[in-house]
C-alpha cells in the first residue's frame, strides 16, 4: 500500500463516526433495558464469540464488495484510457489549448462525452459497495481517497494524498477522485480546466453545462491514480477477512448519512440549477446515491440477520423491514425525479430528516443487538 499509517475512522469520516455515536446513544437504553443486570458469565460470552459467524454469511458480503472491487478497477481503466488519448491529442498541439480545439474539436468533444460517460458508469460501481467500504474500519481510508475526502483547505476531512503530474506540477490534497474526475470532465471545477481558452466544443457560439476542456496535465494524472487506487482496494477487499463486527460496524456507521447526503442533493443543479454550490453531483443526481448505497447496506444486513435474530427475532424482522422501507423511500425519489418530478430546497430538507430519523433508528436497533450479542461496534 501507499498510504500513510492507517488512521482510525473517527479521523478519517469524523460526521460518520459522529452519527455512530448518535446511533450508540440512542440503544443505550434499549440496550440496559434488554440486559438488565445479567451477570454473564466468561463462558457465555465465550460461546458468543465462537458462534458469531454461525448464521452470518460473510462470504456472500466479500462476494458482493469484490464485484464491485472489479466493476470499479474496469470502469477506472477506461476513465485512464480515455485520459491518455486525450492527453497525447493535447501534447500534439503542445498543451496549446486554443490551437487543439482550433485543429481537433470533434475529437475533443468525442473525448470529453467519454469521459463523462465513463465516469457516470464508475460512480455507480462505487457507491453500491460504499456502506462496505466506508463502513469497515481496515478499509475506511480508501473510501476518503476515492469518495469522501475533502481537500487542503478542511485539513481535518482532507485526502491522505498528493497529486503529481507528468508535467511536474503538484495538487496538495487536492480531494477525493470522483471528485476530480467528475469536475473536471463536466467542467464545474475552474482549476482543473485548461486555461485561455472557451470550451466551446460544439462551435455554436455558447458554452453550455457540460462542455469542458480539461487541463490534459492534471486529468491523466488523476486517471491514473484513481485506477492504481481502485486495483488497490481490489487487493485489499481480497485480503479483507469479514468479521460479525465488520458487518454490524458498516451498517451502524453507514446507515444514519442521509441527512449530509440530502444536503448534497438540495445544494446541486438537480434542486439549485444555475444557483448550485455543489461542484460535484452532476453526473447523476446525489438520490442515485443514496439508493445505490442503502441497496449495498440491504444486503449486507440480509446476510447478517440470522445472526441478529439470536438477540431478538422479531425485532431482526423489523429492522430488515425499516431498512427496506428506507432504501424503497429514496429509490422511489430517485424515479421520481428522473421521471421529471422537480424537488424544492425546502423539500430536500423535510425528506431528508425524515429519512435520517428513520436511519438512526435502524442504527440504534442494530447497535442493541450487537450489545446483546457481545458484538464489538468499531465506530471510532
Given amino acids: 500500500m501507499t498510504f500513510a499509517p492507517e488512521v482510525p475512522v473517527s479521523m478519517l469520516r469524523p460526521v460518520l463516526a459522529r452519527r455512530a455515536a448518535l446511533a450508540l446513544a440512542c440503544a443505550v437504553a434499549l440496550t440496559a433495558a434488554a440486559c438488565g443486570d445479567d451477570d454473564s458469565s466468561s463462558d457465555d460470552s465465550a460461546t458468543t464469540t465462537e458462534t458469531t459467524v454461525r448464521g452470518a454469511d460473510l462470504a456472500a458480503i466479500q462476494d458482493y464488495l469484490l464485484e464491485h472491487t472489479e466493476r470499479l478497477t474496469a470502469d477506472t481503466g477506461k476513465v485512464r484510457a480515455n485520459a491518455e488519448e486525450y492527453y497525447e491529442l493535447a501534447e500534439a498541439t503542445d498543451f496549446d489549448y486554443a490551437r487543439l480545439l482550433e485543429d481537433n474539436r470533434p475529437q475533443v468533444r468525442r473525448l470529453v462525452r467519454e469521459a463523462q460517460r465513463a465516469f457516470a458508469s464508475a460512480n455507480p460501481s462505487y457507491e453500491e459497495m460504499e456502506g462496505v467500504v466506508a463502513g469497515v474500519p481496515s478499509l475506511a481510508e480508501y473510501d476518503v481517497i476515492i469518495d469522501a475526502g475533502s481537500d487542503a483547505s478542511d485539513p481535518e476531512n482532507a485526502v491522505p494524498f498528493d497529486l503529481k503530474t507528468p508535467g511536474g506540477r ?98 446541486s443543479r438537480f434542486i439549485a440549477g444555475e444557483k448550485a454550490t455543489e461542484k460535484a453531483f452532476v453526473a447523476a443526481s446525489r438520490l442515485q446515491d443514496i439508493a445505490d448505497i442503502l441497496g449495498g447496506l440491504v444486503l449486507v444486513y440480509d446476510n447478517v440477520q440470522p445472526l441478529v435474530a439470536r438477540a431478538d427475532s422479531q425485532q431482526a424482522k423489523q429492522t430488515e423491514q425499516s431498512l427496506k422501507t428506507l432504501h424503497d423511500f429514496a429509490a422511489d425519489l430517485q424515479r421520481k425525479e428522473a421521471a421529471g418530478e422537480k424537488f424544492t430546497a425546502e423539500e430536500a430538507d423535510t425528506l431528508g430528516s425524515q429519512a435520517q430519523e428513520r436511519a438512526e433508528t435502524i442504527a440504534g436497533q442494530i447497535t442493541q443487538a450487537a450489545a446483546q450479542l457481545n458484538i464489538e461496534i468499531e465506530a471510532g
Fill in 170 to 267: 503538484t495538487f496538495k490534497q487536492p480531494g477525493n477522485f470522483n471528485f476530480l474526475i467528475e469536475t473536471a470532465a463536466f467542467g464545474t471545477e475552474p482549476k482543473f480546466q485548461a486555461k485561455g481558452v472557451e470550451p466551446d466544443l460544439d462551435d455554436d457560439g455558447r458554452v453550455e453545462f457540460g462542455e469542458s476542456v480539461p487541463d490534459a496535465d492534471f486529468y491523466v494524472a488523476a486517471a491514473r491514480d484513481f485506477e492504481r487506487y481502485a486495483k488497490e482496494l481490489d487487493v485489499a477487499a481480497r485480503e479483507w477477512e469479514p468479521t460479525p463486527s465488520d458487518a454490524l460496524t458498516a451498517l451502524v456507521v453507514m446507515t444514519p448519512t442521509m441527512s449530509e447526503y440530502f444536503a448534497a442533493w438540495k445544494n
